[in-house]
C-alpha cells in the first residue's frame, strides 16, 4: 500500500515546495506584471464573463490576439470565489504538482520501485519546471498536466486515452498544435496508423488555424506578432538551430537529468517541435534554461528515460552479464547526484537561504500602494502591477499615461530599477508625471503614488 501511495506523496510533497515557492516570491514582491498581472486580468475577465482584455498589454488588448489560451477560462470560477494572484500560483503549482504522478507511474511499471521512484522525485525537482514556478504563472502548466498523462497512455499503449489527453493541448497555446502532430506521429509509429495519422493531421491544422487565422483575427494590428520572431536571415538552417552554443548547452541539460537515455526512446520525438521553434526563433530568451519555456519538455524526457531504461539494461545484460545488476544502480545515483547539485542552485534550494524571505517590498511600501483605492485605474510599474491587479485597472508604466489616456493613478519605483524600460525612459516619465496634471499622493522608501488631479 505504501508503494502504491508512493506517486502520490511525491506530488503532494512537490505541490509544498511549488506552492511555498511561488507564495514567498509573490508576498516577498518578486512576481511581476509580465506575466502574473496579465494572466491575472485575463483571468478575472473570464471570471466575470467579459473578453479576456489585459490592459497590461494596452488598453483593450485581447489576449487570443497575442497567445491563444482560451483554457484559461477554465480557471475562472476558482478566481472568482478566491480573486488573487495567488490563486493563479496555486493553480500552477497544482498541475505541476499533478503532473507528478503519472510520470513516476510510468516510471515504477517501467523501471520498478526503486529506480521508478528516484526518476519520479527527479522529475518534480527538474530545472525545467523549477524555472517556471519561479518565474509567475503561465498556460504552460497545464499543458504539462495533459502532455504527462497523455505519455502514461502512450506508454500502456491505451492509444484512444492518449489522444484524449492530447486534444485539449490545442487550447493551451497555439504552438502546441505541433506537440499533438507529434504525439500523432508516435502513434502512427507504435500503434494504429490511421489515428495517429489522424490526430497528427488535425495538430497541424490547429497550428496552422490559430496561428494564421485565429490570432491575427483578435489583434488590433490584424497579425501574429509572434511570427516575426521566425524572421530574419536564415543563412544555413543547420546552423541556425545549433549557434549559439547555449542552444547546445539546453539539449545537453534537458537530457543530463536522466543520463541520457531518453535517446534511447521514439517518445523523445515529442519534445522536437518545441525544441525546433525554440531555436529557429530569434528571440534568445527563447533558448536557454530559464522561466518556463522548457517546462513541457521535463515530462517527455522523464517518460522517454523510463521507458528507454529496460532495453538499455537488457542490452547490457545480453553483452555484459556481470555488470547486469549495476545498471539500475548507476543511473539511479546519477539521477541523485544531479538532483543534489542541482538543488543547490535552483529556485528550490533559495527557499533554504535567507535571501528569498527578505522583502523586495517593505511593508511601508505596501501600506503607500494600499492608498489606491479598488475600482479605479493606475499605471504601474511592471515589479509593482501584480500587487494591484486584483482590485484595479491597471495599465504599464511608463507607457501610460500619455496625453490621450491618462488612468487615475500612477504607482511608482522612485529612484527607478532596470526593468522592462530603460531606466533613463522611467525618469523621464516621472519627471512627466506633473505636466500631465500629476501629484505625488505618498511615498514611502522607493515606492511613490501619484494622483490625477485635473
Not at 20 to 41: A, K, M, N, P, Y
Request: charged share 10%; aromatic share 10%; glycine share 6%.
Amino acid at each position: 500500500m505504501g508503494r502504491l501511495a508512493m506517486p502520490y506523496l511525491l506530488a503532494g510533497f512537490a505541490f509544498l515546495l511549488y506552492e511555498l515557492l511561488s507564495v514567498v516570491r509573490h508576498l516577498t514582491g518578486r512576481t511581476t506584471g509580465f506575466d502574473l498581472g496579465i494572466f491575472e486580468q485575463v483571468v478575472r475577465n473570464y471570471a466575470h464573463l467579459n473578453v479576456p482584455v489585459s490592459e497590461l498589454k494596452g488598453p483593450g488588448v485581447n489576449i487570443l490576439g497575442d497567445h491563444f489560451s482560451p483554457i484559461l477560462a477554465a480557471i475562472g470560477p476558482v478566481y472568482l470565489l478566491f480573486p488573487s494572484p495567488i490563486t493563479l500560483l496555486t493553480v500552477q503549482a497544482a498541475a505541476f504538482a499533478l503532473s507528478v504522478v503519472p510520470i513516476t507511474r510510468l516510471a515504477v511499471s517501467a523501471c520498478g520501485w526503486g529506480l521508478g521512484g528516484i526518476l519520479g522525485a527527479a522529475y518534480a525537482l527538474s530545472w525545467g519546471i523549477q524555472s517556471a514556478v519561479a518565474f509567475d504563472f503561465h498556460e504552460t502548466c497545464l499543458a504539462v498536466v495533459f502532455v504527462a498523462f497523455c505519455l502514461e497512455r502512450l506508454y500502456r499503449r491505451e492509444w484512444w486515452q492518449a489522444c484524449a489527453y492530447a486534444i485539449p493541448l490545442l487550447l493551451v497555446k497555439e504552438d502546441l498544435g505541433l506537440t499533438v502532430a507529434a504525439i500523432g506521429l508516435y502513434i502512427a509509429l507504435r500503434g494504429p496508423r490511421k489515428m495517429g495519422a489522424l490526430l497528427a493531421l488535425v495538430g497541424v491544422a490547429a497550428c496552422a488555424l490559430t496561428m494564421l487565422v485565429v490570432i491575427p483575427h483578435f489583434n488590433a494590428y490584424g497579425q501574429n506578432t509572434y511570427l516575426g520572431q521566425a524572421a530574419g536571415t536564415v543563412g544555413n538552417p543547420l546552423v541556425r538551430f545549433v549557434m549559439p552554443v547555449q542552444k547546445l548547452e539546453t539539449v545537453v541539460l534537458l537530457l543530463a537529468p536522466t543520463a541520457f537515455l531518453a535517446l534511447r526512446s521514439p517518445m523523445l520525438i515529442i519534445a522536437l517541435p518545441t525544441i525546433a521553434w525554440r531555436f529557429w526563433a530569434t528571440n534568445p530568451a527563447y533558448w536557454g534554461t530559464d522561466f518556463h519555456y522548457s517546462a513541457i519538455l521535463m515530462p517527455v524526457v522523464f517518460a522517454a528515460a523510463a521507458a528507454a531504461a529496460p532495453r538499455v539494461h537488457a542490452a547490457i545484460t545480453a553483452a555484459l552479464p556481470r555488470y547486469s545488476g549495476q545498471m539500475y544502480r548507476t543511473i539511479g545515483a546519477w539521477c541523485v547526484v544531479f538532483a543534489v547539485l542541482l538543488s543547490v542552485q535552483s529556485p528550490i534550494g533559495h527557499l533554504f537561504r535567507g535571501v528569498i524571505w527578505r522583502p523586495v517590498l517593505s511593508s511601508a511600501e505596501r501600506r503607500t500602494l494600499a492608498t489606491i483605492p479598488d475600482r479605479t485605474t493606475v499605471a504601474a510599474e511592471n515589479s509593482l502591477a501584480p500587487q494591484l491587479t486584483n482590485r484595479t485597472e491597471v495599465y504599464l508604466f511608463p507607457a501610460f499615461p500619455t496625453q490621450q489616456f491618462c488612468p487615475d493613478w500612477v504607482a511608482v519605483v522612485d529612484p527607478p530599477e532596470p526593468g522592462l524600460a530603460p531606466v533613463d525612459q522611467q525618469l523621464a516619465a516621472i519627471r512627466q508625471l506633473p505636466v500631465l496634471g500629476y501629484q505625488l499622493a505618498d511615498r514611502s522608501e522607493q515606492v511613490s503614488v501619484y494622483r490625477l488631479t485635473r
